[in-house]
C-alpha cells in the first residue's frame, strides 16, 4: 500500500514570457505604489523646503500682480445654439 504513493512533484509548464512579464511588472507596480504612499506619510523636512523657496524675490524676477476675475454682467448660462443644416 506504501508503494502505491507517488511523491514525485507535480508537472509544472515553465511559465512562458508573457507570464513572467505579467509577474514583474505587477511587482514593480506593487513598489512603485509602496514608495508613493511612503511618500504622501513621510513629511520632508522644514530646511528643504525654506531652501528651494527664497522669501525675496530676486532682482531679474518680474513679480506678477494676479488679475482679477471679470463680473461676469449676465449670469444666466449662455443657450447653445444648434446649427442650421
Do not use: W
Request: overall charge positive; proline content about 12%; charged content about 30%.
Amino acid at each position: 500500500m506504501a508503494s502505491d504513493l507517488d511523491f514525485s512533484p507535480p508537472e509544472v509548464p515553465e511559465p512562458t514570457f508573457l507570464e513572467n512579464l505579467l509577474r514583474y511588472g505587477l511587482f514593480l507596480g506593487a513598489i512603485f505604489q509602496l514608495i508613493c504612499v511612503l511618500a504622501i506619510i513621510v513629511p520632508v523636512s522644514k530646511s528643504h523646503e525654506a531652501e528651494a523657496e527664497p522669501s525675496e524675490p530676486r532682482s531679474g524676477e518680474v513679480t506678477r500682480k494676479p488679475k482679477a476675475a471679470a463680473p461676469s454682467v449676465n449670469k444666466r448660462p449662455k443657450k447653445e445654439t444648434k446649427k442650421k443644416r
